[in-house]
């Protein structure tokens, strides 16, 4: 059987998927291709309309040639070529500031020729006109018959930024029509932790305190700050990455089983974790660890450091290592280590588990401790999506008993003979069937702000500086002091 027939292709109703900040770095790397994708594999219906909004002058073949150009750049040999010319029918420009509300007045005209279409507004713009561009829906009624608005992350720097710009939005749009968007919840492996998880029973019962002995959640990049400078030393690494990525990760491994994977009943148990993060304390400094990149090499490339890329001196932390616990029954005392950062040495997405090693060795002597080793769990977010199961196993051959570890490895793409959908492809569709599970609620980021709040503030207050760190390599050689305190190693250097 082919596996690619067990893919299932749903089309979606009739949409206008409308994107302000229509000609930025987001829309044009990720949005507009994934929705090519979708089209390509015939999920857009023939009604679907795709506005890109901004406020530079522009018309609209411009536009579908600059969109042309960087979803052939961005898709490489995934370029559905035949898919192109009915994709670009769909295509509009619209020149339009937020802050005018005549532009609107303008806007609801073009977009009453299909009355019935399902409205999408995805802000793909600075959070800071969020409230504006809802404010301007409202006052045209471009907010009525269930319109979906899309937040792009991070909102706000802080709990208190980040409910004034939420406040704003929903004073004109109901809980249910707002999207908090992380890409990272609509990552296939990121899916199949809940299969994992909650159809093995191979895991089912082992999944606590009593066999996990410590888990890692790594997000590792390559790149530096790119076109991003700007936006990337306001923010940081603990606001761009950990608060929404690491931590929704988190939360999936960590969460209690829903009694159903319904939208409301998956995103309770997700707070529940987040509630139950240990508040923190006078341990700050042995438990956290931020890092800034200086000048090194990405392969045989050498780079320039933070510093020089930005032009400027700077206290923002590129990189993050952290060790915090889930103060509840299933996790008493199991450490999570959570670390992102920037020119580190590959990138790569990964959550691992480690269970405890066995209680009591049956083997003579000769076979040491450094040999029987525990076994690890490893789910790859990406490049090469997958799970690894890492079991001890005989080494092959006469001569007696000797151990080694091995690896059950299972790769998506190798497994299953069809196009893995970007994390945008599948995020961009659930909102327009009105499917808000994989997006954030917004109780669940307030409890993430709140928990980072003290950790934020003692990073601002202190005098020190980031941890430097060459491009390159794994970190600041304090990252592995801190995990190495618990006897344990980063996965990349545990025995193998």
């Given at each position: 059987m082919n596996q690619a027939s067990s893919a299932r292709i749903i089309p979606v109703d009739p949409f206008d998927y409308l994107v302000f900040g229509g000609t930025g770095d987001l829309a044009l790397r990720k949005l507009y291709p994934s929705l090519l994708q979708r089209d390509a594999d015939g999920q857009l219906p023939a009604k679907a309309r795709i506005f890109g909004a901004a406020r530079h002058d522009g018309d609209r073949q411009a536009f579908v040639d600059q969109v042309k150009a960087h979803c052939r750049e961005y898709l490489g040999p995934q370029f559905p070529e035949a898919a192109w010319e009915r994709f670009a029918e769909r295509l509009d420009y619209l020149r339009m500031d937020v802050t005018k509300t005549e532009d609107f007045a303008r806007l609801r005209d073009i977009l009453d020729h299909e009355p019935d279409a399902i409205r999408v507004y995805y802000l793909a713009m600075a959070p800071s006109l969020f409230g504006q561009t809802a404010a301007n829906l409202h006052a045209h009624g471009l907010h009525e018959n269930g319109a979906r608005i899309v937040l792009e992350k991070p909102v706000g720097r802080d709990l208190e930024t980040f409910q004034q710009i939420d406040d704003q939005v929903r004073a004109h749009f109901e809980e249910n029509q707002i999207y908090r968007i992380d890409h990272y919840l609509g990552k296939e492996t990121v899916q199949n932790l809940a299969a994992l998880r909650f159809s093995n029973i191979l895991f089912t019962h082992v999944w606590d305190a009593d066999y996990i002995d410590h888990v890692q959640i790594t997000v590792a990049e390559t790149v530096g700050l790119g076109e991003r400078a700007g936006y990337y030393d306001r923010y940081g690494a603990m606001r761009d990455m950990v608060q929404n990525h690491l931590l929704q990760l988190l939360c999936l491994v960590a969460m209690e089983p829903p009694s159903q994977l319904e939208q409301d009943m998956l995103r309770d148990e997700k707070l529940k974790v987040l509630r139950a993060l240990r508040p923190w304390g006078n341990t700050i400094s042995n438990d956290v660890v931020f890092g800034q990149y200086e000048k090194g090499n990405i392969g045989s490339q050498e780079v320039p450091g933070y510093l020089e890329e930005l032009g400027a001196d700077s206290r923002t932390e590129t990189f993050v290592a952290l060790r915090t616990y889930v103060d509840n029954w299933r996790w008493k005392g199991v450490p999570f280590y959570l670390r992102t950062?920037?020119?580190?040495?590959?990138?790569?997405?990964?959550?691992?588990?480690?269970?405890?090693?066995?209680?009591?060795?049956?083997?003579?002597?000769?076979?040491?401790?450094?040999?029987?080793?525990?076994?690890?769990?490893?789910?790859?977010?990406?490049?090469?999506?997958?799970?690894?199961?890492?079991?001890?196993?005989?080494?092959?051959?006469?001569?007696?008993?000797?151990?080694?570890?091995?690896?059950?490895?299972?790769?998506?793409?190798?497994?299953?003979?069809?196009?893995?959908?970007?994390?945008?492809?599948?995020?961009?569709?659930?909102?327009?069937?009105?499917?808000?599970?994989?997006?954030?609620?917004?109780?669940?980021?307030?409890?993430?702000?709140?928990?980072?709040?003290?950790?934020?503030?003692?990073?601002?207050?202190?005098?020190?500086?980031?941890?430097?760190?060459?491009?390159?390599?794994?970190?600041?050689?304090?990252?592995?002091?801190?995990?190495?305190?618990?006897?344990?190693?980063?996965?990349?250097?545990?025995?193998?």
């Open positions: 950062g920037k020119r580190l040495a590959s990138r790569h997405s990964e959550i691992v588990i480690q269970f405890k090693n066995v209680a009591h060795s049956v083997f003579d002597e000769t076979i040491t401790a450094t040999q029987l080793q525990p076994n690890r769990l490893v789910l790859r977010l990406q490049p090469d999506e997958g799970v690894s199961l890492e079991l001890m196993t005989k080494d092959p051959g006469p001569g007696g008993m000797r151990l080694r570890q091995a690896k059950l490895d299972l790769s998506f793409q190798k497994e299953f003979d069809l196009h893995f959908p970007d994390a945008y492809e599948r995020l961009l569709l659930d909102v327009v069937r009105g499917n808000s599970t994989l997006f954030m609620r917004r109780d669940e980021v307030e409890a993430a702000w709140q928990w980072m709040g003290p950790l934020l503030t003692h990073w601002q207050d202190s005098s020190d500086k980031p941890r430097p760190y060459a491009a390159g390599s794994w970190g600041p050689l304090d990252s592995n002091y801190m995990i190495y305190k618990d006897n344990n190693r980063w996965h990349e250097e545990a025995p193998a």
